[in-house]
């Protein structure tokens, strides 16, 4: 009798353990306790885009309840790598980055592995012999930007008649993803052309100032012999402008330019006609990097890569109705 009794008490203890358990988690649901907790490293802020890209993660990092630890490496890649070693140590659940160039994360990615923790990459790829490294990427399709951007320039020749237009390209951060596949995407669309010639292509690092350096560069060395700018991002283009202006040329008529991010001061300068074409990268993309990160925590497999939908924006569109843009 005395064993069932002390049975029944043990069972009594277990059952009100329990139920302090389930209060202290449904306590802790509602002090609002992250889901899980996210490391992410953004290379800098560059650009309108990138500081974008940055609020919108925070901002829906906060929506979903997802816990963030956020660095950003100021455009170097030892302090990317430095980050993800961070968060390694700290064991967050998952890891996300944008990667300022592609080659050189081998060892720091093999790190989280062993840890048993997934990384994703965020806007930028990279390049490894060893694909398991990353479970996935989320980002736009760099080539098709830079081969629609070619494409509205052959649709360009077409309306101007011209015989021969002669293309200058300011290009992103060497041997960065979206540098290579938007010179890819851009070349490959005007291949076969003959009235399109590449003079020259010349980096820009995405940076402004950089923009504005390439362009004077490019006006002493050809002069009158430019007809087409093309510039693989808004901050760069931004920083041409001035510069295509003080030479005393009019951007968007004697010089075809054309650009992609589509921030609102670009999309501005597009409606006054001093821009051509604007291809959409866009930022936002913090909603499907939560909702992949908690699929991944759930043990759930995702697609190994995600773009969104984008499009051109250009002078052959009335683009008075277009919503602010967000970045």
Known sequence: MKGKIRLA?????????????????????????PSLLLGFSQLGSESSWRIGNTRDIEQKAEEYGIGLMMENANQKQENQIAALRSFIAYRVDVIAFSPIVEEGWD?????????????????????????????????????????????????KADTLGKEKLRIVEITGTEDSTPMRQRQAGFRDAIAGDERLEML??????????????????????????IDVVYSHNDEMTLGALPEIERA???????????SIDGGQKAIDILKEG???????????????????????KRGETVERETHPVEKVFSDEQDLSSLPPRGY
């Open 248 to 258: 005393g040329f009019v951007p968007g008529k004697d010089l075809v330019i054309i």
């Open 200 to 225: 020259e292509s010349v980096n820009g690092d995405f940076l402004i100032s950089r923009g504005a350096e390439c362009m004077r560069y490019l006006l002493e060395k050809y002069g009158d012999g």
């Open 274 to 296: 001093k821009i051509n074409c604007i291809v959409e990268c866009t930022p936002m993309l913090g909603s499907t990097l939560m909702e992949t990160a908690l699929a991944l």
């Open 107 to 155: 060892h720091v990615l093999k790190e989280a592995r062993q840890a048993g923790i997934p990384v994703i990459l965020v806007d930028r790829d990279i390049v490894t012999e060893e694909q398991d490294l990353y479970v996935c990427k989320i980002g736009a399709d760099f080539y098709q930007e830079g081969f629609q951007a070619g494409e509205y320039l052959r649709r």
């Open 9 to 33: 008490a043990l069972l009594l203890a277990l059952l009100g353990l329990l139920c302090a358990c389930g209060a202290r988690e449904e306590e802790t649901r509602e002090q609002g306790e």
